[in-house]
């Protein structure tokens, strides 16, 4: 089988702000914005990997989720357990210094982990937690 990833999904609550993140911040390219007010859904992704992308979506857009299933999706992005991804750099430092300066919450600074990888990690504007981890 010949399988790649092509595409992961982070939930958004606010597109703007999200935009702000992942493009300004992290430099990502904004490959589709689609949809209006906060029912967007925005495909960003590295720039140079055009096969490699996130998809920032409304979280509870789908029609079949129950209005319970949306209040414990929207308390666990207010907790920042509901959506999480790992990203890589080689300038680890440089990546956490550009981040921290633009005013990304940041949740753990760079640290080498007991199981030999040194990363660090913020939250994004919904709450997603965001690990970077060097690469060597």
């Not at 550009?98 to 949740?107: H, I, M, R, T």
Request: hydrophobic share 40%; glycine share 8%.
């Amino acid at each position: 089988m010949d399988i790649t990833i092509h595409t992961s999904a982070l939930p958004h609550d606010d597109p703007e702000a999200s935009l702000a993140f992942y493009r300004d911040a992290l430099g990502f390219e904004v490959r589709s914005d689609v949809g209006q007010g906060k029912m967007r859904w925005i495909t960003v992704g590295p720039a140079g990997q055009p096969d490699t992308s996130i998809l920032l979506a409304p979280p509870a857009a789908d029609p079949g989720i129950t209005e319970d299933e949306r209040r414990t999706i929207v308390e666990m992005m207010a907790k920042g357990t509901y959506g999480w991804i790992l990203l890589a750099t080689r300038d680890l430092d440089g990546t956490f210094e550009k981040l921290q300066a633009g005013d990304a919450e940041v949740v753990q600074e760079p640290t080498e982990q007991p199981y030999g990888i040194r990363d660090c990690a913020f939250r994004d504007p919904a709450g997603n937690l965001v690990r970077i981890q060097e690469l060597r």
